[in-house]
């Protein structure tokens, strides 16, 4: 894996499958700093496995993405540092790819939105008739858009272990009634208000995952990446052909047709690599991003 670079002010202190974390200089820890940098890397992931080579311009792109829909939809609390609210300047050779964000208390629950029924859901809906322990109408099929959009969280696992999905109770259990009510009514806002301006723009966002804190004064904020080709299923909604999708079920697609999961991941084909960057960028051209 590529060393995390040095940055002048910033120290870095953790690793993530795609992301980079840092503090100011000087600052103990990440529980006591005031700013944080998110710097995205070029790696790609799936299956809770990073791959190689890179994606080249990835960084960026997602980076551009989560700042079009945080500048979307504004009306929703961000972990975001507004650039007059001054801290460490940021250095110019991560400029484009990373977030001056404040510190949270992330809560750890992924708070998924399925508006169509794909994927892991649609495995689950096959064997019992519903996804995470909501209930669907029978006679769905692959793709099929849902009813309306249904909230399925899963429990966020430390690193390198496999998240699991929950139900809204266990979500209850975790982080008390009061936080999981918030955490459900947002991310459904969230989704629905961003998959309408996806829409107008040709766009369909199948399912997306979201990730919350709270700040210094209890306030609930969205945090980390927001409605990527990372976190999301974004689909081509003017050819109607699900399988052009802009987001990395290219290279899960790919995947698993050549590796059966076991061991380590092969090594990703150019074809695969260019591909999936060409269907980022258009995505970000499609939504004027």
């Known amino acids: ?61 997602l980076t551009r993405l989560s700042r079009f829909w945080f500048a979307q939809l504004a009306d929703v609390p961000n972990h975001l540092v507004a650039p007059s609210a001054g801290g460490t300047p940021v250095p110019s050779s991560v400029a484009a790819r990373s977030m001056h964000v404040m510190p949270l208390e992330m809560f750890p629950v992924e708070c998924v939105v399925r508006g169509y029924l794909v994927g892991s859901g649609w495995a689950e809906y096959q064997e019992t008739g519903s996804v995470c322990g909501v209930q669907l109408p029978e006679g769905l099929s692959n793709g099929d858009r ?23 109770e266990q979500t209850v259990s975790l982080v008390g009634s009061d936080a999981a009510s918030a955490l459900r ?53 003017r050819s109607g052909n699900r399988t052009e999708s802009f987001d990395k079920q290219i290279v899960r697609d790919w995947l698993s047709a050549h590796w059966d999961r076991q061991g380590t991941p092969p090594v990703l084909p150019e074809s695969i690599v260019s591909r999936t960057a060409e269907r980022y960028r258009e995505l970000i051209d499609r939504l004027g991003a």
């Open 185 to 237: 009514d947002l991310s459904l806002r969230v989704y629905s208000e961003a998959a309408a301006i996806a829409l107008e723009r040709g766009v369909i966002i199948a399912d997306t995952k979201f990730e919350f804190g709270r700040d210094a004064s209890g306030r609930i904020r969205i945090a980390d990446e927001v409605l990527t080709s990372d976190s999301s299923r974004y689909w081509d909604a």
């Open 146 to 168: 849902l009813p309306e959009p249904i909230y399925t969280p899963a429990y966020k696992a430390p690193q390198g272990e496999h998240d699991e999905n929950i139900s809204f």
């Open 1 to 61: 894996m590529t060393v995390a670079p040095s940055l002048p002010g910033w120290t870095h202190v953790s690793s993530g499958k795609v992301r980079e974390l840092y503090v100011p200089e000087g600052t103990a820890d990440i529980a006591s700093a005031s700013e944080l940098l998110l710097v995205a890397s070029d790696r790609v992931s799936a299956y809770d496995f990073a791959l190689e080579p890179p994606i080249p311009g990835k960084g960026e792109l």
